[in-house]
């Protein structure tokens, strides 16, 4: 395994200085009228603040870690990602964003080896900032305040969860095996989105899961999930971001979900 020149109190450090420059910028954009809003290939939207997040967390991470690989949204990966990247989503949430709806947040991480090791969530909108780093617990800070640890609920049974999702879009065959689980829980909310991960790390739901997501969208709220004691893996059970959806949860009800998401086997 390679050895790496940083610790991770300075790189979750330099996280974190990302994010507060990030959120600089997305808040001076956000509820501007003279918002620039485009369509990228895929049909989705991406405004001129998310290429100016994008662009200056880039620059930071030129000049503090030139030697390590970054893998953006708007922009691509930056050399060959190599065994230790840097993963961004300049603003996660951006149909929100465009709205003026708070449900946003810059999304930094970085992998080495594979593995989710640093994790920061800043959503400036809800006063909000999640953060984590192998080892070190998931923490969150509320309107600039002293940071506190965070963990998931006990909640053991699907008839006592809560279960927060982004819609009823892009479940195919696991689409009546979804509508069948949310009907058995205790209640569900669509929140989407960063958000409904960071409600399963702070223990206020129990279970979140989207079924079509990209790495981005999911590196940073890996590692704050387990770090807060949960389990995050594709909604087909593997482990990490890499796989193209996402399922959190309290640990507890991991498995109970995945049987009742792939009843048999897909």
């Not at 200056?56 to 060959?80: C, H, M, N, T, W």
């Not at 949310?182 to 209640?187: F, P």
Request: hydrophobic share 40%; net charge negative.
């Amino acid at each position: 395994m390679p050895t790496y020149k940083y610790t991770r109190a300075e790189d979750l450090t330099l996280a974190l200085q990302i994010a507060a420059a990030a959120d600089l910028i997305t808040s001076s954009r956000y509820q501007s009228l003279d918002l620039i809003i485009t369509t990228k290939p895929d049909n989705t939207p991406v405004t001129d603040a998310d290429k100016a997040t994008e662009e200056a967390i880039r620059e930071i991470l030129k000049s503090q870690r030139p030697e390590d690989g970054v893998v953006g949204e708007e922009f691509g990966e930056l050399k060959s990602a190599g065994s230790r990247y840097w993963v961004i989503d300049p603003i996660d949430g951006t149909k929100n964003f465009m709205r003026a709806v708070p449900t946003w947040a810059t999304l930094i991480a970085l992998i080495e080896d594979g593995e989710v090791v640093v994790g920061v969530a800043s959503a400036p909108a809800l006063c909000r900032r999640w953060y984590a780093a192998q080892g070190e617990g998931s923490h969150v800070v509320f309107n600039g305040g002293a940071p506190r640890k965070i963990s998931v609920s006990k909640v053991s049974d699907v008839k006592d969860a809560s279960i927060t999702y982004s819609d009823f879009a892009g479940w195919g065959e696991r689409g009546a095996a979804f509508k069948e689980l949310i009907d058995k829980a205790w209640r569900s909310r669509g929140f989407g989105d960063f958000w409904s991960h960071m409600l399963v790390a702070e223990g206020s739901a129990d279970v979140a899961a989207e079924p079509v997501l990209a790495l981005w969208d999911m590196a940073a709220l890996d590692i704050i999930v387990r770090e807060a004691g949960g389990t995050f893996t594709s909604v087909a059970g593997q482990p990490g971001p890499h796989h193209g959806s996402a399922l959190s949860t309290n640990g507890i009800l991991h498995q109970q979900i995945l049987e009742r998401l792939n009843p048999s086997g897909q």
